[in-house]
């Protein structure tokens, strides 16, 4: 097992940041992922896809970089396949691939950054349909005893950007595949996102496939997205808050025009974008780094910016949006 020293993380982190990693392993079986786990003692970092951390200093830990590929059909009924997919494989690629032979279920959440094995970690989600809609299993690794375990829909507990492997798992345990279940021969589209029908609309097309909705969300995302290989960024850089309806209908009296959705008969979801974009930070620039200038969602490395500044502004987002709005915004991206 080929263990280096000082390797640069920019290529292996969408924001494109420059900091090192001690010691680095790619790792392409999940023989060698064991054997890597039985033979060093030191603590692990483990890279995926890097599109959702934003690295603010070296890593001493041995970083432990997923490339395990591939791809099965691992049960073929008349409606449904069942597929498993290794954790290294590009989640993108994977949506290409499930259109090629018209598996449908993953193409709202076509053009997501980041690898398959990471995905359900934070139940990637985009345009009314999040991971957990075709997930069907996974396997992941203990780090401790390098047993293989299978973690069904339930195991994972996913919410919102949220799953079990986010919260009390948290640095247990390796994903190694994910199996999802997709439809065949009649698919479910999901277009309930206004955005979707708009688009569809401009392309006139009136009778969508699923690789019609993944033409329109590339659309979409292509329009308001920065693309991690001309502008470094990790997507949406914060959850969108939940509030009660006591705090939204005081907030409202101010600015009548904020965006909502209702979660429950007590709660509201409002979009970070919204109140960061109020808050005035929308395609402002600090040198190297900012704030996108079409979703102020997303924060951006222009060239060489260090994490560690992307950190300050992102903190000086969160306390502006605090002291205007008296709303908490979490990150959505782990800060490393
Ligand atoms: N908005 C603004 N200004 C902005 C951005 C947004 O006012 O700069 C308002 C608009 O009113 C808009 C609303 O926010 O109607 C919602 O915006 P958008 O449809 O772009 O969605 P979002 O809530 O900002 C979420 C996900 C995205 C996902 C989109 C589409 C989160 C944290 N983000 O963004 O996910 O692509 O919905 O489904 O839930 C990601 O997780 O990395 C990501 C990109």
Request: contains cysteine; hydrophobic residues 40%.
């Amino acid at each position: 097992m080929k263990i280096e020293q000082n390797i640069s993380l920019k290529p292996y982190n969408t924001f494109g940041i420059d900091t090192k990693a001690k010691a680095y392993c790619s790792v392409t079986s999940v023989q060698k992922l064991r054997d890597v786990l039985q033979n060093n003692t030191k603590d692990f970092f483990i890279l995926g896809g890097g599109s959702n951390m934003l690295l603010t200093q070296d890593i001493e830990a041995l970083v432990l970089h997923i490339n395990l590929k591939g791809f099965e059909v691992i049960e073929d009924n008349k409606d449904s396949v069942i597929v498993k997919v290794m954790a290294g494989e590009n989640w993108h690629e994977f949506v290409i691939w499930c259109l090629h032979n018209d598996f449908g279920g993953v193409e709202n959440l076509s053009l997501i950054p980041g690898n398959v094995g990471t995905a359900p970690i934070q139940n990637i989600g985009a345009y009314g349909v999040e991971l957990k809609d075709v997930f069907h299993s996974c396997e992941a690794m203990s780090i401790a005893n390098q047993d293989l375990k299978t973690f069904s829909k339930e195991d994972c507990q996913f919410g919102y950007r949220e799953s079990v492997f986010k919260q009390h798992l948290k640095g247990q345990y390796i994903i190694t595949s994910v199996s999802f279940k997709l439809s065949k021969g009649i698919h479910k589209l999901h277009m309930n996102y206004g955005a979707i029908t708009q688009q569809l609309d401009d392309m006139n097309i009136s009778e969508p496939t699923i690789q019609d909705i993944s033409k329109a969300v590339i659309a979409i995302r292509q329009s308001k997205l920065p693309d991690p290989k001309d502008i470094g960024n990790s997507g949406s850089f914060f959850k969108n808050p939940v509030i009660s309806i006591e705090h939204f209908n005081s907030l409202k009296t101010n600015f009548p025009e904020i965006p909502s959705y209702k979660i429950s008969e007590t709660e509201i979801k409002v979009p970070a974008g919204w109140l960061i974009e109020k808050a005035g930070f929308k395609g402002k620039r600090f040198g190297d780094y900012g704030v996108h200038n079409k979703q102020a969602l997303v924060l951006v490395n222009y060239r060489d910016a260090k994490g560690s500044d992307i950190y300050k502004l992102a903190l000086l987002i969160q306390k502006t949006v605090k002291r205007l709005f008296n709303i908490t915004i979490e990150t959505e991206v782990n800060v490393i």
